[in-house]
């Protein structure tokens, strides 16, 4: 696709339950970043790939946060049992190599009641 | 700590005018500085990256400068339009090979 895509765009969880978030990055990006965006507040760093390589996983929140890319491409962020601090967008971001411009999908807008 | 600030956090002009956003980072040592703008409920467009080497970008009305001694970064922008109101935020890549550092951006509000 022309751009970085995410799914979905909204999502309401019920606290205590599961959820998986999709990015898809643009063609050919060997790098993909996770960030997280609590209203107000500028993103803040949660992880990133080399192809399916993940190199930082430092900004990860607490154990219940996981990411994978088994393929280098399409990328998936799963939060178990969700708890309502875990409100925010979840973006994701693509770019060419480790250090070029960086392209944002839409995020996906997690609610947990 | 590795931090990125921009101040003011919000900001409110006539159109027509020309404005400055700054952006200030800790450690003069950066990689490169991204400039994006988030409208509301969307995701960020990049709008200009700039590279350790060099002192300023420009694409169409923005202009990117970058003074690393200083730990500084501005977004110039000339003429502005009530399109331009959106939320425009700053990150920096303090090392390669490593994410970018965003600051809490600064919302423009450009009115008719």
């Known amino acids: 696709g022309a751009g970085v895509s995410q799914s979905p765009r909204y999502k309401v969880a019920k606290r205590g339950q599961d959820v998986a978030l999709r990015c898809d990055p643009i063609?050919?990006?060997?790098?993909l970043f996770w960030y997280q965006q609590a209203l107000g507040q500028g993103p803040e760093f949660l992880t990133y790939?080399?192809?399916?390589?993940?190199?930082?996983k430092s900004g990860l929140p607490s154990d219940r946060f996981f990411a994978e890319r088994p393929e280098g491409s399409v990328s998936t962020l799963k939060i178990q049992r969700t708890q309502q601090e875990d409100s925010a967008v979840y973006l994701c971001?693509?770019?060419?190599?480790?250090?070029?411009?960086?392209?944002f999908g839409q995020g996906t807008r997690l609610t947990v009641v | 700590k590795q931090e990125v600030t921009q101040i003011p956090a919000a900001l409110s002009v006539p159109e027509g005018e020309n404005l400055v956003l700054n952006c200030s980072f800790t450690?003069?040592?950066?990689?490169?500085l991204q400039w994006f703008r988030q409208d509301p409920g969307k995701g960020l467009t990049s709008l200009l990256l700039?590279?350790?080497?060099?002192r300023e970008q420009t694409s169409g009305r923005l202009n990117a400068s970058l003074d690393k001694s200083s730990g500084r970064s501005t977004l110039y922008i000339a003429a502005s339009q009530p399109g331009d109101s959106a939320t425009y935020l700053c990150?920096?890549?303090?090392?390669?090979?490593?994410?970018?550092?965003f600051g809490k951006g600064t919302t423009l509000s450009v009115s008719s």
């Open positions: 971001a693509s770019s060419r190599g480790g250090n070029t411009e960086a392209f």
């Open positions: 790939f080399q192809n399916e390589a993940q190199l930082d």
């Open positions: 990150a920096v890549r303090f090392q390669a090979g490593t994410a970018l550092i």
């Open positions: 063609s050919g990006h060997v790098s």
């Open positions: 700039i590279q350790s080497s060099q």
């Open positions: 450690d003069s040592a950066i990689y490169n």
